[in-house]
C-alpha cells in the first residue's frame, strides 16, 4: 500500500473543475440552462464563488477517494483509467439517473450531467496515470 498522491489529488480536482467549465459553459451551457430552469438573471444571482468553492471541494473529495483507491492498489496505468472512467459510469451516474427518475428530470438534463461525470472522471484518471 502506498501514500495518497496529494499532487495528483489537486491537479485531478482541478481538471474536473476545468472539464466542468468547459461543459457548462460552451459546450452545454445554455441547454443545461435550459433544461433545469434557470434564467440568465438567476445563474448571476447568489454566491458564484461560494458555489465555485464547494464545486471544487466536492471534487476534491472525489479525487481523495480515487487517490486513495489508486494508493491501496497500485494499479497498472489502464486499470487507473478502468477506475476513473468506471467511477463515472457505474458509481456516478446511476446515482444521478435515480435521483433524477424521482425528480422527473429529463433525459437531456441526464444525459448532460451524466456525461460531464464520465468525462470528468477521465480527466481524472488521466492526470493520476500522469503521476502513475
Request: hydrophobic share 60%; glycine share 12%; charged share 10%.
Amino acid at each position: 500500500m502506498g501514500d495518497i498522491d496529494l499532487l495528483a489529488v489537486f491537479l485531478g480536482a482541478v481538471a474536473f473543475f476545468v472539464i466542468g467549465a468547459i461543459w457548462y459553459g460552451p459546450l452545454f451551457g445554455k441547454a443545461w440552462q435550459r433544461e433545469v430552469g434557470l434564467s440568465d438573471a438567476q445563474i448571476k444571482e447568489g454566491n458564484v464563488a461560494v458555489v465555485f468553492g464547494l464545486a471544487f471541494l466536492f471534487e476534491l473529495l472525489i479525487a481523495v477517494m480515487l487517490g486513495h483507491n489508486i494508493a491501496r492498489t497500485s494499479p497498472a496505468p489502464h486499470v487507473i483509467m478502468m477506475m476513473a472512467v468506471g467511477f463515472g459510469l457505474v458509481i456516478m451516474t446511476p446515482a444521478i439517473g435515480i435521483h433524477y427518475l424521482f425528480q422527473r428530470r429529463s433525459g437531456k438534463l441526464f444525459a448532460i450531467d451524466a456525461g460531464y461525470f464520465v468525462v470528468g472522471m477521465a480527466a481524472m484518471g488521466g492526470v493520476f496515470v500522469a503521476f502513475a
